[in-house]
């Protein structure tokens, strides 16, 4: 079984190399042509798609998946019209340059920076069907071809979406539909085939939810393929003691809107000196929003992501912080580094706390669920990148998908 899996995966990669050169000598015309015919497909395909994601969401729900996990599974008629506008923005995006003069040489020669597209780009991704549509976009735009895998729980979804929208979307503006592959199976197995194929897939995105997305990356690195992993996340926020106390609820309730998502506020961090004053109001607020509270002393790591915990998804890790250098280095010691904020109305203990956070995405006076791709940069992502390395960092969209060439030529 396990062999048939990974002769499954090795033939989706297999078809998207060879509609790979296709995309990628695609003129920016047809590639924003392909993305606006999606967006047409989406609406015209609506039905077909709800239908296929309820049958989806009915096998989970019967197979007692939980509130959060339900809720990034599902989409409706809203979530729909969302992912339509996405790609009419996708689409009315600047291309990047393909050619960039950076200096002249000696010899009259001119030194130019191109970029190119990598070939063939894997995801894995779990439960979530716009992603499906967020990352295939993305790869279009950038010109690079696709194999996606998904979970059991969202293929149905999936393929509807590719077959109805996405591979139709391509055919309509000349592009190969092949460029784009889902991979058919909802065997687990076929996430580690996905990155052992070095030659065929040599970047994999990974977007899923603790060890299992960083033994996948583990996994890569042991094939020699690259991976740009979204594994952890987890919102920290700090109410300074010089915190506009209205505002502070107002963020920390603005921040559970969703609770299965990454950005979600995890930890919240209240100034020591204001601890007893601030914690009646915040018990309120989480209260209001369904969410229990985790109050010291803790039985559980300080960073501990709720996001993760199915069954208790709906809480709220409360701690005491001195001042806002000490609770940044919390958020860099206690946490995945994918975000935190400061409430404070004190330009200096703002400054000081977005000084001392090392993490992706810092904020003051505002919600780490800005932490999005759309949110922030006007355009999906494929995931965040929360890597200590240089390379792309935060929310990955199409524009760091490519390979820096050094072209010298005659000036």
Not at 123 to 152: C, F, H, I, M, W
Not at 219 to 247: N, Q
Not at 306 to 324: G, N, P, Q, S, Y
Request: hydrophobic share 45%; net charge negative; aromatic share 4%.
């Amino acid at each position: 079984m396990a062999q048939q899996v990974n002769d499954v995966v090795a033939a989706c990669a297999a078809q998207a190399r060879r509609a790979a050169p296709v995309l990628a000598a695609a003129s920016d015309a047809a590639v924003d042509s392909a993305l606006v015919a999606m967006g047409k497909r989406l609406g015209e395909s609506k039905d077909q798609v709800l239908a296929a994601n309820a049958e989806d969401v009915r096998r989970a729900e019967a197979d007692g998946m939980s509130a959060g996990l339900l809720d990034r599974l599902r989409i409706t008629e809203q979530r729909l019209t969302g992912m339509a506008d996405q790609l009419g923005l996708l689409a009315a995006a600047d291309h990047p340059e393909r050619e960039v003069p950076v200096s002249e040489l000696d010899g009259g020669l001119r030194l130019i920076e191109r970029r190119r597209p990598v070939g063939v780009i894997g995801a894995n991704y779990e439960a979530r069907p716009n992603v499906t549509v967020d990352v295939a976009s993305q790869l279009v735009k950038s010109r690079n071809a696709g194999v996606l895998r998904t979970g059991s729980a969202a293929l149905g979804s999936a393929r509807a979406l590719l077959d109805t929208v996405i591979a139709p979307g391509l055919s309509d503006a000349g592009i190969d539909p092949a460029a784009i592959q889902l991979v058919p199976s909802s065997d687990r197995q076929a996430a580690a085939a996905l990155v052992r194929l070095p030659a065929l897939v040599p970047l994999v995105i990974l977007r899923g939810s603790g060890e299992s997305t960083r033994e996948l990356s583990r996994e890569a690195a042991s094939y020699g393929v690259r991976t740009l992993a979204h594994a952890d996340g987890g919102g920290v926020l700090y109410v300074d003691v010089a915190a506009d106390r209205d505002k502070a609820y107002q963020l920390i309730s603005a921040s559970l809107d969703r609770l299965g998502v990454c950005n979600r506020l995890n930890l919240l961090l209240l100034a020591t000196s204001g601890y007893d004053e601030l914690l009646p109001g915040v018990l309120e607020v989480l209260d209001k929003a369904g969410v229990w509270a985790s109050l010291p002393p803790h039985e559980h790591a300080l960073g501990y992501e709720w996001a993760l915990d199915a069954e208790h998804e709906a809480t709220v890790t409360i701690a005491a912080a001195d001042d806002a250098v000490r609770a940044a280095r919390l958020a860099n010691e206690e946490t995945s580094g994918l975000a935190a904020g400061i409430v404070t109305e004190d330009a200096e203990a703002a400054d000081a706390f977005m000084t001392a956070y090392t993490g992706t995405g810092v904020f003051w006076n505002a919600a780490t669920r800005l932490l999005d791709g759309f949110k922030l940069l006007g355009v999906p992502e494929t995931g965040i990148n929360i890597d200590k390395v240089p390379g792309p960092r935060g929310p990955v969209t199409y524009g760091d998908l490519c390979l820096r060439q050094y072209a010298v030529v005659p000036g």
